[in-house]
């Protein structure tokens, strides 16, 4: 159980990784300003995955290295699932701005 739990803040760590890597390189070498400006953001949003991920890992290693009954791991796991809602929710919030701020400069 603790290992599906750690597996949802390590693949966001990932996420979050390749955000990072991929938004820096592409910031630095981008020749248009939207781009660089569009990678910019990517790598901003990275390091608010990451500090989900880094949450998620943190406390629920912090739970799990006291003893627990199955109610109480199920409990955490409804939290680290709503956590990764959390998570989803903003990143689709971030795409939706993004296009909506794309549409509005095209006016």
Known sequence: MKQLKTGYATVLAIWAGLNLVTGGILMFIATEDQLSYFSAMNSSWGVV????AWFLYSH??????????????????????????????????????????????HT
């Open 49 to 52: 995955n990451l500090g989900v």
């Open 60 to 105: 629920h290693n912090e739970v799990f290295n006291q003893s627990q009954t199955i109610l109480q791991q199920m409990d955490h796991q409804r939290h680290a699932e709503k956590m990764i809602l959390f998570s989803i929710g903003l990143n689709l919030a971030f795409i939706a701005s993004g296009f909506a701020l794309q549409l509005l400069g």
